[in-house]
C-alpha cells in the first residue's frame, strides 16, 4: 500500500500562486506516475497534470497549461504542483494520486492510490 499526504491549499486571490505537496509513504516503490486531480463542488473529479516515475514526462490539462507546474523529488518521494496566475475557476478540493501505469495517466480508474485531498479557493 502506498499513503499520499497533501498539503499546502488555502485562501489566495485571483493572480496569486499556491505550491500544493503530496508525500508518500509507504510501498514507494509501486508509486509510478503521479498526478494531481481537482474536485469542484457539484462537478466531477478532473484531471490536472501528471508526471512520470523519473520525472522527466509531464502532463497537463488545456485550462492549466502555462500556469501550473508539475515536479517531482524522488528523494523526499513528494510530488509538488506550482500554480501560478490562479482564477477563481481554479478552486477545488485538490487530490494527489499515484500508480498510474503511464505519466500522460488522465483517468480516475487509472491510478491506484490517493490523497485525502486539500482544499483550494481563488476569490476575485
Known amino acids: 500500500q502506498v499513503q499520499l499526504v497533501e498539503s499546502g491549499g488555502g485562501l489566495v486571490q485571483a493572480g496569486g500562486s499556491l505550491r500544493l505537496s503530496c508525500a508518500a509513504s509507504g510501498r514507494t516503490e509501486s508509486t509510478y506516475a503521479m498526478g494531481w486531480f481537482r474536485q469542484a463542488p457539484g462537478k466531477e473529479r478532473e484531471f490536472v497534470a501528471s508526471?512520470?516515475?523519473?520525472?522527466?514526462?509531464?502532463y497537463y490539462v488545456d485550462s492549466v497549461k502555462g500556469r501550473f507546474t508539475i515536479s517531482r523529488d524522488n528523494a523526499k518521494i513528494t510530488v509538488y504542483l506550482q500554480m501560478n496566475s490562479l482564477k477563481p475557476e481554479d478552486t477545488a478540493v485538490y487530490y494527489c494520486?499515484?500508480?498510474?501505469?503511464?505519466?500522460?495517466?488522465?483517468?480516475?480508474?487509472?491510478?491506484?492510490?490517493w490523497g485525502q485531498g486539500t482544499k483550494v479557493t481563488v476569490s476575485s
Open positions: 508526471i512520470s516515475r523519473t520525472g522527466v514526462s509531464r
Open positions: 494520486a499515484a500508480g498510474a501505469p503511464r505519466y500522460d495517466s488522465t483517468y480516475v480508474a487509472q491510478y491506484n492510490y
